[in-house]
């Protein structure tokens, strides 16, 4: 459900089409490098930035009907046009790279979301485009899941995210449940902490199962992947139930026994 550093990108796998392989892999390729622009290295944040506007004027030029020279924009040049994408998905990544190297807190739920809606909603709407679906009702449930599945993320990673000065937990959540900054930084699992994720998780969860009618909808390879990835975080959700919420110590992974679990109720959705 993840590769290397852009987390929750669908990349190809036996069961994407071989047709849709070369169009997932440029927008992989454009998503990863451009977050590893915002949150890795050593450069500073004028800098972060001017290397995004250059992505930013890769896809001016894309939607001006150019083709660009560096090779990863004319891949994903090519597979915007064949496949009839728009470039707004791409451009609001852009914007969540962006925040990201200026925002390390969140007030409030809202605004998280609104983080998740440019940060993670965009990929799974381009691999609706690629498979020809773009009705309300899935564009909506798709926008549940890759919500859901950012948030997921941020809960399993709480411990690593510190590290790096941040936290996606919002600030009102720590406040009502009494959880303060330097208890996170302290790997501190008190009853106050297990409260506060127990209220996370349900979030997540809540979210992922509105958007889960789609994976049983879509047809073929792309239902199948689709029930896999809802299960998969699903799976990962309860990996922090019973851990007792201590992601610091025990952070969640799917082992191999979970993509047996992960089959059977994939098949029985």
Not at 57 to 75: K, N, V
Not at 84 to 92: C, E, M, S, V
Not at 137 to 160: P, T
Not at 221 to 239: H, K
Request: some cysteine.
């Amino acid at each position: 459900m993840s590769v290397d550093h852009y987390e929750n990108f669908p990349v190809a796998s036996i069961l994407l089409p071989r047709r849709l392989a070369p169009a997932v892999e440029a927008i992989y390729a454009f998503a990863r490098s451009a977050d590893d622009i915002a949150d890795e290295g050593e450069a500073r944040p004028a800098e972060r930035f001017a290397a995004l506007d250059a992505y930013d004027a890769a896809l001016d030029a894309i939607d001006a009907g150019g083709m660009p020279r560096e090779p990863m924009f004319a891949r994903l040049a090519e597979a915007l046009r064949r496949h009839a994408l728009p470039t707004r998905p791409l451009r609001d990544l852009l914007s969540a790279f962006r925040q990201d190297v200026v925002t390390t807190r969140y007030a409030d739920f809202p605004s998280l979301l609104d983080y998740c809606r440019r940060s993670a909603n965009p990929v799974g709407r381009l691999m609706l485009g690629l498979y020809g679906t773009a009705d309300a009702a899935s564009l909506r449930e798709s926008d549940a899941i890759c919500s859901a599945l950012q948030l997921i993320n941020f809960w399993q990673d709480v411990g690593i995210d510190i590290g790096k000065g941040r936290i996606y937990l919002p600030q009102e959540d720590l406040a009502r449940f009494g959880v303060g900054e330097d208890d996170i930084a302290r790997a501190a699992t008190s009853p106050a902490w297990r409260a506060l994720m127990r209220f996370e998780v349900g979030r997540a969860r809540g979210l992922m199962l509105e958007g889960a009618p789609l994976a049983t909808r879509l047809p073929g390879r792309i239902g199948w992947e689709l029930r896999l990835v809802v299960q998969g975080g699903l799976r990962i959700l309860e990996a922090i139930e019973g851990a007792g919420y201590d992601v610091f110590r025990r952070r969640p992974r799917l082992k191999r026994l979970d993509w047996l679990v992960l089959l059977w109720r994939a098949a029985r959705m």
